[in-house]
């Protein structure tokens, strides 16, 4: 089992900048890819980014250039620098962790962005 807390989230206005931090407990061996989702009201989770073991990422075509995951093994964490956020990047940001047979979810954090 693994288990994800995030932090970081809160209210932002427009143009600023926020960054979520998730720390990993419990079976990180089995860790391989790590990553952010996000849930807007009425929306679907949708990727935000996600980096591999390897330090490979992806990032969804809405955050490229504003956003930045990165991962520090070592602290069992992994982070995600917003800049320039938007009115629509509110919404509840999740961790994601690929284990070896299952992925794992944090529970959440709210990110609000005012005009």
């Known amino acids: 089992q693994v288990q994800l807390v995030e932090s970081g989230g809160g209210l932002v206005q427009a143009g600023g900048s926020l960054r979520l931090s998730c720390v990993a407990s419990?079976?990180?061996?089995?860790?391989?890819?790590m990553g952010w989702y996000r849930q807007a009201p009425g929306k679907q989770r949708a990727l935000v980014a996600t980096i591999t073991s390897g330090g490979i990422t992806n990032y969804a075509d809405s955050v490229k250039g504003r956003c930045t995951i990165s991962r520090d093994s070592a602290k069992n964490m992994v982070y995600l620098q917003m800049n320039s956020l938007k009115p629509e990047d509110t919404a509840v940001y999740y961790c994601?962790?690929?284990?070896?047979?299952?992925?794992?979810w944090g529970q959440g954090t709210q990110v609000t962005v005012s005009s």
């Open positions: 419990g079976s990180i061996f089995s860790i391989k890819a």
């Open positions: 994601l962790a690929q284990g070896s047979v299952r992925y794992y």
